[in-house]
């Protein structure tokens, strides 16, 4: 993994986040040089001036994106939006919860992004699920033909949930939704409770039971016109690595499913970060995961976190799996994916693909070379979903 900040494993994680998601490396260094002492301080310290740091390179960005606007260049105008974007949810992830100068920094993210996609004419669709007096946002990406044009008609699909901290938009940019488009396969992007815009704008908690939210989606997709109800499957990214083969086991209309990161034992991973073990994605850990389980302490925060495995859940699995896992992650055990595996046992198609020194893609869910899990997942759920490999 890329290391710009020696020893601080929270702050270079977040940083090669942003770099699979389109940041030039020129304005990471740009952004970075002036936080090298601050991120000597540990993970939680500094975190205002890093997010200050990524925000006022974004400012920039939109700057000379309204000079391109202004000059009738409009698709430069989007690109430079779209980095924009990154830097601001960059700097707004690393933020303690309920911290003032995050709140804004998300609204002015989300509207960047908006207009970015708007300008750069990307395959990009606002959808919003109906769910528990909410919504569930997601962005769908449509398939294509060979040409380029959009799929006529009902169209395979790949639902693609976040992990602890991870939203909508940086899944769309990291993840396979442009490879599955090109090989006949349609994506949504789904900030599930806990997460994104569920969590920050409707205050809708995580929960254990994927399959609560897991099911209403499924129905929303299959209602669509330009979805082929018996060609949806589920992938998670990170923690979304117990979430999606929770919701297959308990939700059997999914037609396949996808651990980007085997996350196969959550409540050990917690324990072990209590006892200082392992790496953790962001700072001000604990606060964050009680925001994301709405949880008033620790005490009850561990309650929820002992549901969190997938012992006794995974023979109810009965289409085809797939487990991909870093070789080298800091935070996941790769024994975890041996376990998810391994107990795939009614699964009539699993596989298990280990990221290699030789491959690249060997940290947590292949943030330090996100296009080799990319290629393997976009091929392997099109050659099982009916899309195209060539």
Known sequence: MFQYFPGNYVWNLSVNLAMEMGAQIGEVDTICRPLLDAATRGEDAGTAEFMASWERQG???????????????????????????????????????????????????????ERGVALAGENAE???????????????????????????????????????????????????????????????????????????????????????????????LAARDDVDAERIGILGVSLGGYYAPRAVAFEPRFALGVAWGANHDWRAVQQARRAREGERPVPHYWDHVQWVFGTQDLDEFFEVAERMHLDGVLDRVKVPFLVTHGEHDRQ?????????????????????????????????????????ATDVIADWVAERLGGRTK
């Open 126 to 220: 606002r959808v919003e699920i109906p769910y528990l007096g909410a919504h569930l946002s997601g962005i769908l990406t449509h398939a294509l033909n060979p040409d380029g044009t959009r799929l006529e008609g009902p169209a395979p699909l790949l639902v693609q949930v976040n992990g602890l901290d991870s939203t909508k938009e940086m899944l769309y940019r990291t993840g396979p939704a442009a490879k599955l488009a090109a090989r006949g396969v349609a994506s949504l992007c789904l900030d599930q409770p806990g997460t994104g815009e569920a969590l920050r704008l409707h205050d809708l908690p995580a929960v254990p039971e994927a399959e609560q939210w897991a099911s209403v989606v499924y129905e929303h």
């Open 59 to 113: 400012d920039t960005l939109v700057e000379l994106a309204a000079e391109d606007e202004a000059a009738g260049r409009l698709l430069s105008a989007g690109e430079k939006l779209g980095r924009a974007a990154t830097y601001f949810l960059t700097g707004e992830r690393m933020q303690a919860a309920g911290h003032a100068p995050r709140v804004a920094l998300y609204a002015k993210f989300r509207e960047t992004f």
């Open 332 to 372: 996941i055990p790769l024994e975890y994916a041996h376990r998810t595996y391994d107990q795939l046992t009614s699964s009539p198609d699993r596989e298990l693909v280990v990221f290699t020194d030789r491959t690249g893609g060997t940290a947590h869910s292949s943030v330090d070379n996100g296009s080799v």
